[in-house]
C-alpha cells in the first residue's frame, strides 16, 4: 500500500508579485500528531518553568503550561521544517532569499493550512548584446586627451598641502584646521621625497601626468562601456526581486558613509547639511540602484550565454592578498566579491572585442 501523503500544495501563485512565489500548503491531522514528540522536546527546552531544568520538564506538566493549541502549532512548525525541501521541489519554485513562513489556518485535532512566500530568480529576456557591442565597437573613438598645464599644477599644489599638513602633524597635536588653514609646502626635492618613491619634483611631476592621463583614459573607457550596457539594457527585458533594489541601496548608502569617512565626515553631519533623511537619500537613488542591478544582473546572463568562467588562481591569489588586508572579513563574501570582479572584467572584454 501507498504511505498517505502528510501535506498537500493546495496553490502556487507566481504571478501577483514580479520574482515572488505565494505557496499554500495543508498539512494533514496526521502529520500534526506525529510531529508531536518533537515539539514537545523543542518547548521543553525552551519554557521555563519553576522547578524544572530545561529539557526536563515532565510531559504533563508541559502540556498544562503552554495548552494544545501551542503545541498544534509548534508540531506545525516541526513538519514544515522537515518537509520544507520536499515542498519546495514539489512547487518546482527556487528561493532566492529566505522563505517566509505563515499559519493561515489551526485548530487542534484539524488539518492546518499555512502560505510559504519567496521570492524567484531574476527573468532575463536578453536582447542582441553582440549586435549593439558591434555597433558601439564601430563607433568607438579612442580617448586622446592628455594632462593640461593647468590639472598638473593642481595636483602638485594637492600634494604640497599634503605634505604641509602631514608636517604640521609630525609636530602639533591639534586637529581643528583644514588643509586650507596650511601653507602649502614648497615645490622642491624636498618636497618630491615626502611623496613617494621619489627624489626630484621632475619625478612627481612625471608621476602626475601618467597619473592624470591614466584617469582621462579611464573614465573615457567608463563612457564607452556607460553608453553600451544603456542601449543593452533598453534591449533587454529584466524583472528582479524587489529586494535586489533594497540591498543595492543599502550598498550604495554605505558607499556613500566610507567616502564620508575618508574625508572625516560624519554621516548625522552629512545629513543635516544637505537636510535630508537617509530614506530620502535612498528615494533619490533608486534610478541608479536599478540600473546597477540590471546591468550586473546581465553581464552576469551574458557569462553563462558565453561559458565564462574566471582563472581559479588569479582569483585565489586576490583573495589572499584582501584578507591580509582585511584578516576579520569572512572568506566566501571575499571570494564571491572578486570571481563577480572579475566575471565582469571578462564580460566587458568580450563585448569590447565583438566585431
Known amino acids: 500500500m501507498f504511505e498517505k501523503k502528510l501535506h498537500k500544495i493546495t496553490n502556487t501563485d507566481t504571478k501577483t508579485v514580479p520574482c515572488e512565489a505565494h505557496i499554500e500548503v495543508t498539512v494533514t491531522k496526521e502529520a500534526i500528531e506525529q510531529s508531536k514528540a518533537k515539539a514537545l522536546k523543542t518547548l521543553g527546552e525552551q519554557v521555563k518553568i519553576d522547578g524544572f531544568r530545561p529539557g526536563h520538564v515532565p510531559e504533563k506538566v508541559l502540556l498544562e503550561k503552554v495548552g494544545d493549541y501551542a503545541i498544534t502549532e509548534e508540531a506545525v512548525r516541526t513538519y514544515i521544517d522537515s518537509a520544507f525541501s520536499d515542498i519546495i521541489v514539489e512547487s518546482k519554485q527556487i528561493p532566492v532569499d529566505q522563505p517566509q513562513i505563515v499559519i493561515t489556518k489551526l485548530a487542534v485535532g484539524e488539518d492546518a493550512e499555512l502560505k510559504i512566500t519567496f521570492a524567484t530568480p531574476p527573468v532575463i529576456d536578453m536582447g542582441d548584446y ?3 557591442a558591434k555597433k558601439h565597437n564601430k563607433e568607438k573613438v ?28 609630525a609636530t602639533h597635536d591639534d586637529h581643528n584646521h583644514s588643509h586650507g588653514d596650511l ?24 608621476a ?5 592621463n591614466e584617469t582621462k583614459q579611464q573614465k573615457s573607457l567608463e563612457r564607452f562601456r556607460v553608453g553600451m550596457i544603456d ?11 524587489p529586494f535586489f533594489l533594497t540591498t543595492e541601496l543599502n550598498i550604495m548608502i554605505e558607499e556613500l558613509k566610507n567616502d564620508l569617512a575618508r574625508m572625516n565626515i560624519p554621516f548625522d553631519m552629512y545629513l543635516s547639511e544637505i ?11 533608486k534610478e541608479i540602484a536599478d540600473k546597477r542591478v540590471k546591468t550586473q544582473l546581465i553581464l552576469s546572463k551574458i557569462s553563462v550565454l558565453e561559458d565564462m568562467k574566471p582563472d581559479e588562481k588569479l582569483v585565489e591569489d586576490q583573495v589572499q592578498e584582501i584578507l591580509k588586508l582585511h584578516p576579520s572579513a569572512l572568506r566566501e563574501n571575499v571570494k564571491a566579491f572578486v570571481e563577480r570582479f572579475e566575471m565582469n572584467q571578462l564580460v566587458w572584454k568580450h563585448l569590447e572585442e565583438v566585431k
Do not use: C, W
Request: negative net charge; aromatic residues 4%.
Open 130 to 132: 553582440k549586435k549593439i
Open 142 to 169: 579612442e580617448s586622446v586627451e592628455t594632462a593640461t598645464e593647468e590639472e598638473i599644477d593642481a595636483m602638485l599644489l594637492d600634494l604640497r598641502k599634503t605634505v604641509a599638513h602631514n608636517d604640521h602633524h
Open 183 to 206: 601653507e602649502p609646502v614648497e615645490l622642491n626635492d624636498d618636497f618630491a621625497k615626502k611623496v613617494g618613491p621619489f627624489t626630484t619634483v621632475a619625478e612627481v611631476r612625471d
Open 208 to 212: 602626475a601626468i601618467k597619473n592624470i
Open 231 to 241: 542601449e543593452i539594457i533598453n534591449d533587454t527585458q529584466v524583472v528582479y526581486p
Open 275 to 285: 537636510k535630508k533623511t537617509e530614506e530620502q537619500l535612498k528615494e533619490e537613488r
